[in-house]
Nanobody, 125 residues
């Protein structure tokens, strides 16, 4: 079992930055994908960034490329999402997710087995 706990959400002005953290605990095998998803009111949950913990390969949804960076601190079992140049469309509940996977990290939320409780990010003008 993997337990995930997000933190770092809050309010930020458009153009600002925020860093989210996801503390992972429990048994974790080496081949694991971790990801950040987000969900705005009335919208489907959307994958934002993905990382293969084993080899560090990352990928992003087009809308955040060049602005968001997903990273890991293996010593602290912590996943991060650095968000820069935030805009109003980035307002959402952000979730950390994990999946044991031997291949490319999948993009769909419904295949991820482990989820955190979410942390709200609100961007204002």
């Amino acid at each position: 079992q993997v337990q995930l706990l997000e933190s770092g959400g809050g309010s930020v002005q458009a153009g600002g930055s925020r860093r989210l953290s996801c503390a992972a605990s429990g048994y974790m095998r080496s081949r694991i994908c971790m990801a950040w998803f987000r969900q705005a009111p009335g919208k489907e949950r959307e994958g934002v960034a993905y990382i293969d913990i084993g080899d560090g390969t990352t990928s992003y949804v087009d809308s955040v490329k060049g602005r968001f960076t997903i990273s890991q601190d293996n010593a602290r079992n912590t996943l991060y999402l650095q968000m820069n140049s935030l805009n109003l469309e980035d307002t959402a509940m952000y979730y950390c997710a994990a999946l044991y996977s031997g291949g490319d990290c999948p993009r769909k939320a419904n295949v991820y087995d482990y989820w955190g409780q979410g942390t709200q990010v609100t961007v204002s003008s």
